[in-house]
């Protein structure tokens, strides 16, 4: 039995584990995969190539069976070998990523250029933000996280870091402080509360080392292909060079066919995890009113900056900027196109004569002040 | 001997069972008893607030006097009633009163903050500002951490209806906790909206 009026913390980050073992056994299964194909191919093309070279400078230990033809000696232990060395290339540097990502989430908070703010600022505007942080600190029943400002951000965007509920970070642009009131403030500080409830960041912190220990291997492709463009040339073996640029080509598409499929699938996982993150910011905040209104704020300052210059990206990602790519097509976007979301929230809106979704920054910023007195 | 093993199992079956239900309702009560604390927490902070807050008004509303008498009023009234229910957490008596004084005091508030607008050097005053604004976090506060209080006695509760641990609540006296509600709560939780056009 579940207690549904109540978020129960300890088993949605339960469920977000399940999801995440899931998630590395699929990883470890693709690169496998690569691995696999990589070995195969090196094991086809050295096959021939490594009794080419062991007769080449020795000549005298074994003698070739003339009329054989080259594609059968298959060797399986260069193929396991290159199988393997593949699979720690993108397991390795996977992990290693992994470690150097995770932790602390006001490094994180920090390394995007934010300022924390405490309890005693002097600054109104952040002062309400850290009481209403630490308000939904009491509806989530979670520890109260540090609090960073992006200043000089006119854009409204928000940023939940952090790898556990302990030392986990929210952010908050300059321009989220200035634009949003404070009922939408609260739906914006809950929806960052909730993908820390929801272990989203640990889920995508993964993801992102994983596709890293992929990207590894198309670097490693384009070395080897580079090494044999310098050294190759006349005086190596013309069929040693043309084995390594085919296994260096390998790598190289493979690689990127990895990425691409390991970025769709962290894309997918995120568009999910945002319809989650708003139900749940409802569940803290009871009220779907204020996230709503703080989209169609983030939907009308998208709509005045179009006009200017192509800055209006889907906002509000849960970690790294970089994550996100300008104009995101479908299938890469990590957040659900925002009428979607506004209408999961306020099934009823209509963008033709919504007050919020048509409001100028100013009058945003204007109504904001007025709160504060 | 068969008879003494029967009757052992006769006892474990039965005994086993009671200590499990006994534990669990321990356990929702500590869990609703606690979750009554944080309310009680924010609420003296709310009380401690409103002396400063009617100490900076008092120089601008001179012609408010009954307004800002009520309002302590109701915060002394309230601030009793805190300290009896402190230790009555679930009590139907104590929840319905302390329910009715933090209405009331927040109708009071509520007024004087309306009557605020009229006076634009007190809305400029920093230090009302902010007193507003440490008032308002605390409304919200106060209204998540009894959210939070609410549902932990509503498991409490139905851990004490429930077959079969009713039968145990029944033994050891597990009486259902009252639910804390505020009237006029729906206004305490945002500041005033001013319109200004």
Known sequence: MTDSAFFNFAEAQARARRRTVVLVALFVALAAAIAAAVGALAGLLLGGA????????????????????????????????????VLSIILVTAAVRGLMLGGDGANVARSMGGTEITRDSSNATHRRLYNVVEEMAIAANLPVPKVFVIKHEQGINAFAAGNSPENAAIGMTHGALASLNRRELKGVVAHEFAHIANGDMRLNLRLMAMIFGLVALTVAGRMAMRSVLITGGGRRDQRAVLVAMAIGIALLILGALGVLAGRMLQAAVSRRREYLADATAV??????????????????????????NAHGEEVRHMLFAEAVARRSPGLLATHPPLMDRIRALEPQFDPETDRVWRMPQKEMIRESRAELG | MEVIIALLVIVIAIVLPGVLLYNRLVRKRNAFKNAFAQIDVQLKRRHDLIPNLVETVQGYMQHERETLTAVIEARNNAEQIRQQSQNAPGDPDSMAKLGQAEGSLGGVLGRLFALSEAYPDLKANENFQSLQEELTSTENRVAYARQAYNDAAM???????????????????????????????ESLQEPPQVSFS
């Open chain 1, 283 to 308: 569940e803290f905040t009871r009220n779907p009113e204020g996230l709503a209104s703080a989209l169609k704020k983030i939907g009308a300052l998208q709509q005045a900056e179009r006009m200017n």
């Open chain 1, 50 to 85: 490594g009794e080419h070279t062991a007769a080449g400078p020795g000549g005298q230990t074994r003698m070739q069976p003339s009329g054989e033809a080259l594609l059968t000696q298959f060797d399986t232990g260069t193929a396991v070998m290159a199988g393997l060395a």
């Open chain 2, 155 to 185: 498991r409490y509760n139905n851990a004490v209806e429930v077959v079969p641990s009713n039968i145990i609540a029944g033994m050891f006296n597990f009486t259902r906790a009252a639910m804390l509600e505020f009237e006029d709560r």
